[in-house]
């Protein structure tokens, strides 16, 4: 069971590069998340998928872009990273079936680090 | 908005200690999930609880308890008898959203150290 798979875990980039941080689920789950947790802030959202096909901005959206390549794959895109941009990114999913009222909890990737120099 | 509080930024203890962690959310829907997240030093991050507005009964999970109060729109996380193993950071998060999952907010996190 792969549950959340993110690649890569580590990458230096300088500033101005650009890269695509890519995310898995094995999980059949319909909705998919980017976050990204830099020190003392916890973590904010940049951009969520409720469905294949459908994206939409979090908290935190500029300097990024995502696609939602099917339902497995939602993949983050720096088009030209930034310092600001070094993070720790997190891809996450949750299915959109329900128990006793409560709502599935997301289930995280193990992190990208990201530095931009 | 939705907002969450983690007043306490680093707490540190003694093993056998007993601790509590607070969170303090604000939110205008009368429905909305709250969940508490660990992640210990590895960095993944660890699922522990999951409640609903609605549901206002306190809940214990071994050494775990979490005492939920709408008239102070609070979440408490109490670990009695703290291990080593207890040390990682804490993260308490809302969603309003009607799926509960969808645009969840967290709070900026309690760090935990527990001492032999």
């Known amino acids: 069971n792969a549950g959340v798979t993110q690649t890569p875990k580590f990458q230096v980039l300088k500033t101005g590069q650009s890269m695509t941080l890519q995310c898995a689920q094995d999980m059949n789950h319909n909705s998919m998340y980017w976050y990204r947790q830099d020190p003392g802030m916890g973590l904010r959202l940049i951009y969520y998928s409720a469905s294949e096909g459908t994206t939409d901005k979090g908290e935190v959206p500029n300097g990024y872009n995502v696609s939602r390549l099917n339902k497995r794959e939602f993949s983050l895109r720096l088009e030209s990273a930034a310092p600001s941009q070094t993070s720790v990114y997190f891809c996450?999913?949750?299915?959109?079936?329900?128990?006793?009222?409560?709502?599935?909890?997301?289930?995280f990737g193990n992190g990208t680090r990201l530095t931009v120099t | 908005a939705q907002k969450v509080t983690q007043a306490q930024t680093e707490i540190s203890v003694v093993e056998k200690e007993d601790v509590t962690l607070d969170c303090v959310y604000e939110?205008?829907?009368?429905?909305?999930?709250l969940f508490w997240y660990k992640q210990p030093p590895s960095g993944e991050l660890v699922f522990l609880i999951r409640r609903n507005s609605f549901d206002e009964q306190n809940e214990i999970s071994g050494r775990y308890s979490w005492n939920f109060q709408k008239s102070t729109s609070s979440f408490n996380f109490t670990i009695t008898a703290s291990q080593v193993v207890d040390s990682a950071v804490y993260f308490c998060?809302?969603?309003?959203?009607?799926?509960?999952?969808?645009?969840?907010?967290f709070g900026k996190g309690t760090k935990l150290t527990v001492n032999p």
């Open positions: 996450a999913s949750t299915g959109s079936i329900w128990s006793a009222s409560l709502p599935t909890p997301l289930h």
């Open positions: 998060a809302l969603s309003e959203a009607e799926g509960g999952s969808e645009k969840l907010v």
């Open positions: 939110t205008r829907d009368t429905t909305y999930y």
